[in-house]
């Protein structure tokens, strides 16, 4: 398995309070993505990097921001979070393959959040 | 923004009977992955497909890629309730590799 770990695993918290999320890999992997995941959605693209301090939007980006500091780590704000950022959250990461140029994703844990 | 749609969205079938998922886009991928993710856990990668009309089999699984790269399938053939989970198809963009557009899912339930 690829070495992903994710922080905290649960977390419940109040509307209006700043929320950060952690993702550690140790695959040295040079792209990392933040997805959250909804019933009816599928997984969906919040933010990525494609090296230290080089970051872009996914598709439902309002409301986070991201940093990477290190190529370890990966780290998702929830600047002030609402009800509607209950999700599932899921950290990934990937290299490209030799051949192919393919991307293939490796998947942290998850992150189960709850704004109440 | 591409669009992958999945069909079924659910399937509950008994032990030993076939199946069929789908993966269907009005876009070219230039690759196209299928996962699979169990409840509580993150999705793992099953299979990368690259050119077009590729046919990939793993044990009892046999995914197909489709001859224009905008849709693949997913046949199962004798589920057993191992294969119970989310199936996830994901497409790389043209030119955007890196970044994946993942698929609604298909909820199989293997029954005994």
């Known amino acids: 398995d690829a070495g992903i770990t994710q922080s905290p695993r649960h977390k419940v918290t109040e509307t209006g309070t700043p929320v950060t999320l952690r993702c550690h890999q140790t695959e040295n992997h040079r792209y990392m993505y933040w997805y959250r995941q909804d019933p009816g959605h599928g997984l969906r693209l919040i933010h990525y990097s494609y090296g230290v301090k080089d970051t872009d939007k996914g598709e439902v980006s309002d409301g986070y921001s991201v940093s990477r500091s290190k190529t370890e780590d990966f780290l998702l704000t929830l600047e002030s979070a609402t009800s509607s950022q209950t999700s599932v959250y899921f950290c990934?990461?990937?290299?490209?393959?030799?051949?192919?140029?393919?991307?293939?994703?490796?998947f942290g844990p998850g992150t189960r959040l709850t704004v109440t | 923004t591409q669009l992958l749609e999945q069909s079924p969205q659910f399937l509950s079938i008994q032990e030993g009977e076939n199946l069929t998922v789908y993966c269907n886009s009005s876009s070219v991928f230039s690759s196209l992955q299928w996962y699979r993710q169990e409840p509580g856990e993150g999705p793992v990668l099953l299979v990368t497909v690259v050119t077009g009309g590729e046919v990939k089999k793993l044990k009892r699984l046999t995914f197909q890629f489709g001859d224009a790269r905008k849709d693949s399938s997913l046949h199962i053939t004798a589920a057993q309730p191992g294969d119970t989970g989310l199936y996830l198809c994901a497409g790389a963009g043209v030119g955007t590799a890196s970044k994946l557009t993942f698929g609604t899912g298909t909820r199989l339930q293997v029954t005994l």
């Open positions: 990934a990461i990937s290299e490209s393959r030799t051949s192919g140029g393919t991307y293939e994703q490796y």
